[in-house]
């Protein structure tokens, strides 16, 4: 069965941008629930891990078709959850750097154009969901957004950021303040670990 994924911050290292209380409550009841959810389904087919967790979106045939919408939901949870950990550190440059940095800037002209962007893109989310950087199918750099746990792999896209847009992620430090919320995220961004990702994309 899948392990989780162990954090590389303690719950409150991006105090005062996301409190304790909220990383705890979404790591340990959030996170790990879909990540128990997505194992119970697997127990049942005596599942032995023979894919990554991407690599099992592509392999929905051997689940039952009756399965397959419950699991959808809690791996793309597991995905989603795993990606944004991955988005924030409090040790990471939290600007672009190097390659990603380079990209930005021929993409969107500016990183305050891509933050205004991204930013748009997350408060018209209606909702709960996520807010993505992707590499999408041109090989060039996009801002989705997409509703619930849904994740940009089962169209092709690959993924190397995310918001978390869920009223969970936000909602003990900032109640209704998405705006707040949002801009707060860009503080905590770690592009060291975003610009590993579009590196490691590339390389494939």
Do not use: C
């Amino acid at each position: 069965m899948y392990k989780k994924k162990e954090l590389n911050y303690s719950y409150e290292a991006l105090e005062p941008f996301i409190d304790t209380h909220t990383m705890g409550v979404h790591y340990n009841k959030h996170y790990l629930n879909y990540l128990k959810n997505l194992n119970n389904i697997l127990t049942k087919y005596n599942y032995q891990e023979n894919y990554s967790k991407v690599e099992l979106l592509r392999h929905l045939e051997i689940f039952k078709e009756e399965d397959i919408e419950n699991l959808l939901f809690n791996l793309g949870g597991v995905i989603n959850h795993e990606l944004y950990w991955d988005s924030i550190s409090d040790k990471g440059n939290n600007t672009p750097i190097k390659e990603i940095k380079e990209v930005i800037g021929s993409k969107y002209g500016s990183y305050d154009n891509f933050k205004k962007e991204f930013t748009d893109a997350a408060m018209t989310l209606k909702g709960s969901g996520y807010t993505f950087l992707v590499i999408n199918p041109a090989n060039e750099l996009e801002i989705m957004s997409l509703s619930n746990q849904l994740t940009p792999y089962l169209n092709s896209y690959i993924p190397i950021m995310t918001i978390d847009m869920w009223e969970h992620a936000y909602y003990l430090n900032y109640q209704n303040n998405k705006k707040l919320y949002i801009e707060n995220f860009f503080d905590i961004i770690d592009f060291d670990k975003i610009n590993n990702k579009y590196n490691e994309y590339k390389k494939q």
